[in-house]
Structures are given as structure tokens and as C-alpha cells.
């Protein structure tokens, strides 16, 4: 079984920093995609950032010129970097890994690390 341990959140001032972590279970390049997602309370869960296994990044909008998403192979770990945060940003932080092909998918989930900025 995939696990996912997130780690990193906490209360942060707007205009502050934090750097999430993601800790897998096995080789993240083993995995199509990794990702953060986030819900913020009484909204739908979207997406962060991702990187695919060959290290290619994309970005919510919202996001770009912020948000950093990077890995450490070595480790298994996927982190997020935040910068110049938000009260907006303020939610719970879920870390995804996913691995498909045009017939199947697997999608593993953690159980999220919470994000709290001070306006």
C-alpha cells in the first residue's frame, strides 16, 4: 500500500513563508504525477502545483510566481515551497500521487497538513 505523510503547515502572518513537506512510501518516479491540492472550508479541493516524473512543473495561476513545487529523489519526498502568502490561501494541504495509463489509474491521497495565514 501507498502511503503519504504531509508535514510543514502551521499559522503563518501574510507575507510569510512555509515549506511543506510529502514523504512517500516508495520511489516518487515510480508515479505519472505528484501534486498539492488544497480545500479551504465549504469549497471544493483544488489544484496547487504538480511535477510529473520527468520533472516537468505546472502551477495554478493563482499560484505562479509564489508556489515552488520541487523534490528530493533521494528522500521519496515532494515539498512546496510558499512564499508571499495570503489570507486566501488559508486550507488544508493534500498531497497526491497518481499513476495511469489509457486503460487504468491509481490515485493515493494523504490525510492533508493545515495551513493558517493571519490577515
Known amino acids: 500500500q501507498v502511503q503519504l505523510v504531509e508535514s510543514g503547515g502551521g499559522l503563518v502572518q501574510e507575507g510569510g513563508s512555509l515549506r511543506l513537506s510529502c514523504a512517500a512510501s516508495?520511489?516518487?518516479?515510480?508515479?505519472?504525477?505528484m501534486g498539492w491540492y488544497r480545500q479551504a472550508p465549504g469549497k471544493q479541493r483544488e489544484l496547487v502545483a504538480g511535477?510529473?516524473?520527468?520533472?516537468?512543473?505546472n502551477y495554478a495561476d493563482s499560484m505562479k510566481g509564489r508556489f515552488t513545487i520541487s523534490r528530493d529523489t533521494a528522500k521519496n519526498t515532494v515539498y512546496l515551497q510558499m512564499n508571499s502568502l495570503k489570507a486566501e490561501d488559508t486550507a488544508v494541504y493534500y498531497c497526491?500521487?497518481?499513476?495511469?495509463?489509457?486503460?487504468?489509474?491509481?490515485?493515493?491521497w494523504g490525510k492533508g497538513t493545515t495551513v493558517t495565514v493571519s490577515s
Open positions: 497526491n500521487a497518481y499513476r495511469g495509463n489509457y486503460a487504468q489509474s491509481e490515485d493515493y
Open positions: 511535477i510529473s516524473s520527468g520533472g516537468i512543473t
Open positions: 516508495r520511489s516518487i518516479v515510480s508515479f505519472s504525477s
